[in-house]
């Protein structure tokens, strides 16, 4: 019966396979392909080389200081929502009352569309720096540290629910005899908490990566790169290059497969150096 089911297999993965080719792997293939090309539509594309690559990076300095702003971004995200979910998530496994009704609440965040997120977080920032005669326009650093404070606050709840699953994992037996050892609760917090649940922090971090690099509606709704382009991420800088400047659609594309293999390798660079740290635990 085995057997027979085994000749079926690739039958079955044939519709996946095919929506997987005409939905994702074509379309990139495609537009490799067009980064090297000049075009407006794929039908009228012209070869020019390298010409794309080099003007993404001399025609102006927007995508060179995107790129800065976003990794600032990102470093700090990383570090400020994973500790923060992790902490949380060590306060809600203990038998505290409404545990589970402050999960919910730490979770509803993310389930808002990043867009209206944008403009609630503009309203509520704009309202508080109007306290200092300044608003999230003013200066890059308001724009950087609203951006900040809204991933926290909608990313916080998702990381830490992973966190809670991993927590209440660990074998009681363990935490038992630790103990019983007489392990003080830091002792138990980096001996035993934190390695147990390095798969799921090689989870979180990853998340927490790929999503600050990519980051685009919150960025548009809350200063769309005010002011002049100095809050602009990587994914909103390649959307305007792309549709908002006549002839400049392969140069787009090429900021787009720069963009691709930069966020891959870093993702791929963080997985190993975790992954390490399982294997070492």
Not at 34 to 60: H, K, M, P, W
Request: aromatic content about 14%.
């Amino acid at each position: 019966m085995e057997k027979t089911l085994r000749k079926y297999f690739a039958l079955f993965a044939l519709p996946a396979l095919i929506c997987f080719a005409l939905a994702f792997f074509i379309p990139m293939v495609w537009g490799f392909i067009l980064s090297f090309c000049e075009f407006t539509t794929i039908t009228d594309a012209s070869f020019v080389g390298l010409q794309n690559y080099i003007r993404a990076f001399t025609v102006d300095n927007y995508f060179t200081q995107a790129f800065w702003f976003t990794l600032g971004f990102t470093i700090v995200t990383v570090i400020t929502i994973n500790i923060l979910a992790f902490a949380l998530a060590l306060v809600l496994t203990k038998n505290v009352p409404g545990t589970n009704a402050f999960r919910t609440i730490f979770f509803m965040p993310n389930l808002i569309g990043g867009i209206v997120l944008g403009w609630i977080w503009q309203v509520v920032l704009n309202g508080v720096l109007a306290s200092f005669e300044q608003t999230l326009l003013s200066d890059a650093k308001y724009g950087f540290w609203g951006l900040v404070i809204l991933m926290n606050w909608q990313n916080i709840g998702y990381m830490m629910v992973i966190y809670i699953a991993a927590i209440q994992n660990i074998p009681a037996d363990m935490l038992e005899a630790a103990s019983i050892d007489g392990a003080d609760g830091k002792t138990t917090l980096f001996r035993i908490t934190i390695p147990s649940v390095m798969p799921s922090i090689t989870i979180c971090m990853f998340l927490t990566l790929t999503n600050g690099f990519k980051l685009y509606d919150q960025n548009l709704a809350l200063t769309n790169g005010a002011p002049n382009h100095q809050t602009e991420m990587l994914a909103l800088n390649i959307f305007n290059t792309f549709y908002s400047r006549v002839g400049f659609e392969g140069v787009g594309q090429a900021k787009a497969v720069m963009f691709t293999i930069l966020v891959a390798a870093i993702a791929l660079i963080q997985l190993v150096a975790t992954r390490s740290r399982e294997v070492e635990n």
